[in-house]
């Protein structure tokens, strides 16, 4: 036999079509997986050439084969992530029909024991386990399974945005919803009222959380599925993507000893993480640090956190009146819903305490004049808040596929930058890497506002937000837009997806 070739990264050799002519089962303990050769050849990946039955390959494959090694771990790390490919939803369907254990009928969603039975088959396990792993390697944040008339469509959110994936039978929906329901101890006879729970898994050494948010909709249950991954969720104060300036300020607001820091954008914006990269900043052994949460997302070490449990009257309000005898240094509160919740962080911050917030408002000045509107005094607001900082999130240019380019000329006047006209930038072409879409992760645009003096005074005179804006930008504050054009002019991001992110402000 010919000496044998170690091949060490092959993924982009993967054809889903080949890879899902062989049972999962069968790739799994046989350890091995095929790839795309030269010649139209087939080239088989495999840790020990000896355990297979090449004949029952070739057979199979009805291709001439050639035969690679490499190890275990990174073969079945591969089969992981790329078996059930999205292009392979027939498969998924095929896999599932052929199982002789499953027996499905269209009216069986009524027959709970039925469905006990069905949600615990091994062909039920293994596509919410696969729907699951290839959302985790494909860098989603959300699944979404939203059932239709005749169908179940399947859908993962990256890097902000919703893309099908695949779409399952109708018939498929009721075992799949359960053996959710089964993994995050919910009532799985249920389905007429929503329903929230948790679970984790473990991927690679690496444990996920998950949780889970079901809804009854016309058709049946829809479920989403927030996938949160501590080493992508939990990130440092140096990799939100400040720019220097912005890094600076921050970072002396939350070493301050009282006041209000208010993180402000809609859902999905990044707030949490910011506020735990904060929180991770300035925690030590000499603080004590205390949080009000809905939901408590991680544990940090150190640190006290508490889920909010309004049925239970404990809200945000009633939760800070009671944890200002608990002798905390620093607070977090979840969000400021009310004005009770505004009046106790505000009375917090008077009496010595810095207390960290989020406000759904579009911009940094708004939130001035929405805690206003709320009837909070504008000489406690001037007393009490230090900083305001709006953010959302943008899609970074695929490090794989951006190539360099002029800006469109149309969007230029749209972001006022004449400065652009004769640069370049770069701009994503779309790749396998990138899901054809040339962006690749995501980081944070910021307007931090810092209340100094200036801005005091307009607070007091109840100012306009616009007002507030402008005197902010005279003091140094760089809006959302420009903050986004200066990671386009770094060629970290383009126009397009700055706009798009900040057409509201």
């Known amino acids: 036999m010919d000496k044998l070739r170690w091949i060490e990264n092959f993924e982009d050799r993967i054809d889903p079509e080949i890879l899902n002519i062989f049972p999962y089962n069968f790739l799994k303990n046989n350890c091995f997986i095929p790839v795309n050769g030269e010649n139209g050849e087939i080239l088989i990946i495999t840790n020990n050439p000896l355990n297979l039955d090449i004949g029952e390959i070739k057979t199979i494959l009805k291709k001439d084969i050639k035969i690679a090694i490499s190890s275990e771990e990174k073969i079945n790390e591969t089969i992981e992530k790329f078996y059930y490919h999205p292009s392979s939803s027939k498969k998924v369907i095929d896999d599932l029909r052929t199982e002789e254990s499953l027996h499905l009928d269209e009216n069986i969603d009524t ?43 399947v859908r993962y959110r990256i890097d902000g945005i919703l ?15 359960t053996r959710i329901k089964i993994m995050s101890n919910l009532d799985i006879a249920e389905k007429r009222i929503p329903q929230d729970g948790r679970t984790s898994i473990k991927v690679d050494s690496k444990k996920i959380d998950i ?14 599925l927030r996938l949160l991954d501590r080493a992508t969720f939990l990130l440092s104060l140096e990799q939100l993507g400040f720019s220097e300036d912005n890094y600076i300020k ?44 809905d939901p408590v997302e991680y544990n940090l070490e150190g640190i006290n956190q508490i889920q909010v449990n309004p049925k239970v009257g404990l809200t945000f309000a009633n939760g800070l009146r009671s944890i200002l005898r608990h002798d905390p240094n620093v607070i977090m ?18 009496t010595g305490h810095l207390v960290f917030s989020t406000l759904h408002t579009n911009d940094a000045s708004s939130a001035i004049v929405r805690l206003t509107d709320m009837g909070i005094e504008p000489y406690l607001l001037a007393s009490s808040l230090i900083g305001v900082m709006a953010q959302r999130l943008v899609r970074l240019n695929c490090p794989k596929c951006s190539v360099i380019e002029k ?5 230029i006047p749209e972001v006022d930058e004449k400065d652009l006209i004769n640069s370049k930038f770069m701009v994503g072409k779309g790749c396998k890497y990138c899901l ?57 991001t383009t126009i397009s997806e700055v706009l798009r992110v900040t057409q509201d402000v």
Do not use: C, W
């Not at 003091?475 to 002019?489: A, H, P």
């Open 407 to 411: 800006p469109p000329s149309e969007l």
């Open 333 to 350: 509160v979840g969000e400021i819903r009310d004005r009770e919740t505004a009046e106790m962080a505000i009375q917090a911050s008077l």
């Open 250 to 293: 921050f970072n002396q607001l939350i070493h301050y000893d009282h006041g209000i820091i208010l993180l402000t954008g809609p859902t999905g914006s990044g707030k949490t993480t910011t506020l735990y990269a904060a929180l991770s900043k300035i925690n030590n052994p000499g603080i004590n640090i205390i949080t009000l949460e």
């Open 163 to 177: 893309h099908d994936i695949f779409v399952l039978p109708k018939k498929y929906h009721p075992p799949i919803i």
């Open 111 to 153: 027959e709970t024991s039925n469905l006990l039975d069905l949600a615990n088959k091994a062909p039920v396990i293994r596509i919410v386990n696969q729907i699951i792993y290839r959302a985790i390697s494909m860098r989603a944040s959300d699944i979404h399974l939203q059932v239709m008339e005749t169908s179940l469509k």
């Open 436 to 492: 054809n879409e040339g962006y690749y992760g995501r980081t944070g645009i910021f307007e931090l506002l810092v209340i100094d003096e200036g801005i005091k005074e307009l607070i007091l005179k109840r100012a306009s937000s616009s007002e507030i804006k402008k005197e902010g930008i005279k003091r140094g504050m760089k809006t959302l837009r420009m903050d986004g054009i200066d990671k386009v002019k770094k060629g970290l």
């Open 211 to 224: 949780r889970i948010s079901i809804i009854p909709t016309f058709f049946g249950e829809s479920v989403v």
